[in-house]
């Protein structure tokens, strides 16, 4: 009906719920293996370089993971269709942002974040193109950038001190991630705790 807001039917939440959850725990389990990797790099009971894939690994998992759940509230196509014009990805998006509390200025609506999953290859290429001059270095923990003076390259990093996670010239400060993506999880398990179903 026109001028009908938009809903999500009460038995279709669920698969949003267990679609999302699917992203919120993935980006848990990499971010619990990461804090046990860091605090051990900390106390310095093991070498940052002897773990350097496996905390990588974690850190841009739950990037991706963060970029796949910021879709939900911000889909990359409104989703027109027919002669009607709807809007269904768009008004979804706005829905879902109302009961989860999502606004603009969450991190999960970061576009530089959202791109760099999306359009990672794409990213690669141009990143490539641009020639490679100096040191390279696919994979590093640092405590805070570094600068010799001397050109060079890094795939992938970690700052500890910061807390950033780099990816291709590109740096995001993890912990505002980690508690948005946790306030979304813990209304995503009271949602699926009460029957599959959005509450307040």
């Excluded at 791109?115 to 290429?125: A, V």
């Excluded at 001059?133 to 795939?155: M, N």
């Amino acid at each position: 009906m026109e001028g009908e807001e938009f809903s999500i039917w009460k038995p279709y939440e669920a698969f949003y719920i267990q679609s999302m959850l699917f992203n919120t725990t993935s980006a848990f389990q990499s971010c619990s293996i990461a804090e046990k990797i860091i605090e051990k790099i900390l106390i310095e009971e093991i070498d940052p370089q002897e773990k350097t894939s496996l905390l990588l690994d974690c850190l841009q998992n739950l990037i991706n993971q963060s970029g796949a759940i910021s879709r939900y509230f911000s889909p990359s196509r409104d989703g027109v269709k027919g002669a009607e014009g709807k809007t269904i990805h768009r008004d979804r998006g706005q829905y879902l942002s109302k009961i989860f509390g999502v606004k603009g200025d969450s991190p999960l609506m970061n576009r530089a974040l959202r791109n760099s999953i999306e359009h990672f290859d794409e990213r690669l290429d141009l990143y490539l193109q641009e020639g490679i001059v100096g040191f390279i270095f696919p994979s590093l923990i640092l405590a805070e950038p570094e600068d010799s003076g001397v050109p060079h390259h890094i795939f992938r990093a970690y700052y500890l001190k910061e807390g950033i996670f780099q990816v291709l010239g590109e740096r995001y400060e993890i912990q505002p991630i980690v508690d948005e993506l946790a306030r979304i999880h813990d209304l995503l398990v009271r949602f699926d705790g009460s029957g599959g179903v959005f509450r307040s």
